[in-house]
């Protein structure tokens, strides 16, 4: 199943709510953060999917298509 658009655009501009990279964009973690949570296991919620799926996107080297995202997609 691939994401909508709509999603994408969200996971985008999706800041880290806690922690010591608390108000970072998602794509701005490092990966081996990412990876930790997929070891200790991901948070229940819209948190966990996207810290998922950014660990993927990032996995695969595809963090231009988020940040173009970012720019296309500016936040209100």
């Known amino acids: 199943m691939q994401p909508k658009r709509e999603e994408l ?3 985008a501009h999706y ?3 806690f922690g010591k990279f ?3 964009y998602l ?3 490092p990966l081996p953060y ?3 949570f997929k070891q200790k296991g991901f948070p229940p919620g819209k948190l966990g999917q ?3 799926t950014m660990l993927t996107i ?3 080297g595809l963090e231009s298509i988020i940040r173009k995202l970012q720019k296309e ?3 209100d």
């Open 73 to 75: 997609y500016p936040e």
């Open 58 to 60: 990032k996995d695969n």
């Open 22 to 24: 608390k108000d970072q």
């Open 27 to 29: 794509v701005d973690l």
């Open 34 to 36: 990412l990876v930790w």
């Open 9 to 11: 655009i969200k996971l």
């Open 15 to 17: 800041k880290m709510p």
């Open 50 to 52: 996207y810290l998922e």
